[in-house]
């Protein structure tokens, strides 16, 4: 599609519509509105078209990427937060899209990384308040679920239903009383998954494995770090920063494969004799 003559990916024109869509439902339902989303949408868009257009030398383009950035930031931010805190998330995370990069692709989830940047600056916390849950007529039920759309579209639903298999597994392991094979039960368990870590943040393509054995390995190692992190109490985020180091790791391994199967000089010269 072609807004202002400049081509936008259908991906992305989904992403913005459900993002929105998932946290004008959620900010409704708690009789709030969220500011800080406000402020975060509008920080990424204006740090996207200032930081590529003065510094990229890019010509002038519609900062699609950063609202969709300022949407997840908002969204996973706590919904009261300083608004000076969801700015700097907002700011921080488009930075880190344009100056910690490998091999041409940023390293680190912007969102996720712009988060725990002001978690440590602010105190702030990741409340993931446009994931949340519902109760109705008894049952949990959440409006998070639609976003596997968007895994679809990245072509990461692989990664998603790894982390979302893995989580489920270890959650009956840890405590396998609290989900019997009831209907509150196997409810709690559905619905206790972070879908929109899984749906959006996990399968984002630039910091996720392609190929689907590596999507695999990606997802089951996210559910297993955060565990593990968890359990260590960290003052920080469990979530996002097991999600940092796997977007570490995935870079590490990405950038070593490139280098083994980059042909070496001698076989260049070769080639060419």
Excluded: C
Aim: aromatic letters at 8%.
């Amino acid at each position: 599609m072609k807004i202002l003559n400049q081509h936008i990916a259908a991906m992305y024109l989904w992403a913005i519509a459900l993002l929105v869509a998932v946290a004008a439902i959620s900010s409704y339902t708690m009789h709030t509105i969220p500011f800080p989303l406000l402020v975060a949408v509008a920080i990424a868009a204006a740090s996207e078209l200032f930081l590529t257009t003065f510094y990229l030398k890019r010509p002038l383009k519609i900062p699609i990427s950063g609202v969709i950035t300022g949407l997840i930031v908002g969204s996973v931010a706590q919904i009261n937060a300083p608004l000076a805190a969801a700015a700097v998330a907002a700011a921080v995370a488009i930075a880190s899209k344009i100056f910690i990069r490998s091999k041409g692709v940023n390293v680190f989830n912007p969102a996720a990384f712009g988060i725990v940047v002001a978690m440590l600056i602010f105190s702030i916390s990741d409340e993931w308040w446009a994931a949340g849950t519902y109760n109705i007529a008894g049952l949990t039920l959440s409006i998070a679920p639609v976003l596997l759309i968007l895994a679809y579209l990245a072509k990461r639903l692989t990664a998603s239903a790894s982390f979302i298999i893995t989580s489920m597994v270890i959650s009956v392991i840890l405590a396998p009383a609290a989900y019997s094979l009831s209907i509150s039960g196997i409810d709690a368990l559905v619905f206790g998954i972070n879908y929109y870590l899984a749906f959006v943040m996990i399968a984002e393509p630039k910091t996720s494995p392609s190929k689907r054995l590596h999507q695999v390995a990606f997802g089951v190692a996210i559910a297993a770090l955060i565990t593990a992190l968890a359990l260590l109490r960290l003052p920080s985020s469990p979530i996002l920063l097991a999600l940092l180091i796997g977007n570490a790791a995935y870079s590490v391994s990405r950038r070593l494969s490139i280098r083994m199967h980059r042909p070496s000089a001698q076989q260049v010269s070769s080639t060419a004799a």
